[in-house]
């Protein structure tokens, strides 16, 4: 029994020495297994490291190109921007497309190679008297040498050309043009900055004082109003194609409106008024159908309407306000002009003479406002007059004229008038209605004003509206007084 118990020696966990044997064995099994891997690993490991490398020598032996390989550059830090129109060199072309749309003005503008002020000088004369290029200017025009001169001390002051040559550059040579010619030569007050001045270089044109431009940084609107301009209106106006409005009232321009402004097609809206210009309104203004405003009252303008600013069979003028208040104009008013579009016409305190085409009443159907006064218009006046704009028309100013005959009545029944105003001219009669029109006789008229010198006065019977109580007496009343 001792002896049996001896030949099987447990573990301190009670199980047989002898049973553990076979896991023994497992183990020395899996080591030789994993030295087996090992040497496999290296094996491959060193397969690549020398085989690798020697396909790689045949390959550059048998297929790269024979000689030398350059090394390649290192690109220098810029701080050029990524986008935008960079020109190397300067290259000039007589092409169409300069008059694209540029893209949008940034106050930031590219920079171009640096240039010698000899090389800056000849690039821009080269390229703004191009002799086949659509847009001209005469060199000898003293205001024309000072802006080539500005915009050459531009470019010669950073020896570079600062925005490329195309259509915005001749924009901006346009409105320097524009700035030397509408301000004279003269002493500045303390306080006062000058255009142009040095604080404008490098900037986009579009940020200068009175330029508008519109997305694609094309000039749009030119506004100076009570800007103390006592120079004249340059004659070059096609280096802006897309200008929509120009407003340069109450300053002291002088000379004429020049025929050239009137080539540009899309304008809008004109506002020259209180200014010292003179001349006439040129037949060229038949080009603009696009024009809704047009205002050069208090100035010394002769000449006659334009007949050209009549509407077609096929296109209706989309004119609205004409006021040419206080001038020096003769004529008569053109006939058939068809104005349908018209709200706002004033032609008073001029020369005009002649007869009233009776068709204007009918035609101007949108006509609100009309002064006639203080001319020398003479004849009847057509009864289509106090009924314009559909019976709608507020203001009509007919005083201080030559009229005759009788002053019509027969008023449509929706008739809005505001103000009449009849004065001074030689009616010998007028119809009892018109003094039905105030407002104390249900009517809208707030301002009238009439002869009563004249036969007949008596049985008109205004008296019978309180409003008017001095027309009676031989002198002007109003239903405001």
């Not at 002869?451 to 006065?457: E, I, K, L, P, S």
């Amino acid at each position: 029994m001792n002896t049996s118990n001896n030949s099987h020696t447990k573990h301190a966990n009670g199980i047989p020495a002898d049973i553990e044997q076979p896991s023994m064995l497992i183990s020395q099994e899996s080591i030789h297994q994993t030295s087996s891997k090992t040497k496999y690993g290296m094996f491959v490991v060193l397969w690549a490291v020398l085989v690798i490398p020697a396909l790689v020598v045949v390959y550059f032996s048998l297929f790269a190109p024979t000689g030398t390989v350059a090394e390649m550059p290192i690109k220098p830090p810029t701080n050029r921007p990524i986008q935008g129109p960079i020109i190397a060199t300067p290259e000039f072309t007589t092409s169409p497309t300069r008059l694209n749309p540029t893209q949008v003005p940034s106050a930031s503008p590219t920079l171009v190679p640096t240039m010698s002020p000899t090389e800056v000088k000849s690039a821009i004369q080269d390229f703004l008297f191009e002799d086949d290029f659509e847009v001209q200017a005469a060199a000898d025009n003293p205001a024309v040498s000072k802006a080539m001169d500005w915009l050459i001390d531009e470019a010669s002051a950073a020896r570079s050309l600062f925005f490329p040559f195309d259509q915005k550059y001749l924009q901006r040579f346009g409105i320097l043009i524009f700035y030397y010619s509408v301000f004279k030569d003269r002493d500045f007050e303390l306080g006062e900055v000058p255009i142009p001045n040095i604080g404008m270089r490098t900037q986009d044109e579009c940020f200068w004082r009175g330029m508008k431009c519109d997305e694609n940084g094309m000039l749009i609107e030119i506004k100076l109003i009570n800007k103390q301009l006592d120079g004249v209106l340059p004659s070059s106006w096609n280096f802006f194609p897309h200008l929509k409005s120009i407003d340069l009232s109450k300053n002291g321009l002088q000379g004429n409106i020049p025929e050239e402004l009137y080539d540009l097609v899309g304008l809008e809206q004109i506002y020259l008024y209180k200014n010292q210009l003179q001349g006439t309104i040129s037949s060229k203004i038949g080009r603009l159908f696009d024009l809704t405003h047009f205002h050069v009252s208090n100035n010394k303008i002769s000449g006659t309407i334009p007949p050209e600013i009549a509407s077609h069979r096929q296109m209706f003028r989309q004119l609205r306000y004409f006021n040419v208040h206080r001038n020096e104009m003769t004529g008569s008013i053109p006939s058939n002009l068809n104005l349908r579009q018209m709200f706002y016409m004033d032609l008073g305190y001029n020369k005009f003479d002649g007869e009233l085409p009776p068709e204007l009443g009918n035609e101007y159907v949108r006509l609100r406002h009309l002064y006639l006064d203080h001319n020398n218009f003479e004849g009847s006046v057509p009864e289509s007059y106090i009924n314009a704009g559909n019976g709608r028309i507020q203001t009509l100013t007919l005083n201080n004229n030559n009229f005759t005959g009788a002053f019509p009545g027969n008023h449509e029944v929706y008739n809005r008038m505001l103000q009449l105003r009849i004065e001074n001219n030689n009616f010998d009669s007028m119809d009892k209605s018109t003094c039905q029109l105030g407002i104390f006789s249900g009517g809208e008229l707030v301002e009238f004003k009439s002869d009563c010198q004249y036969a007949g006065v008596e049985s008109l019977s205004c008296a019978e509206t309180a409003s008017y109580h001095n027309l009676q007496s031989g002198t002007a009343g109003s239903a405001n007084e």
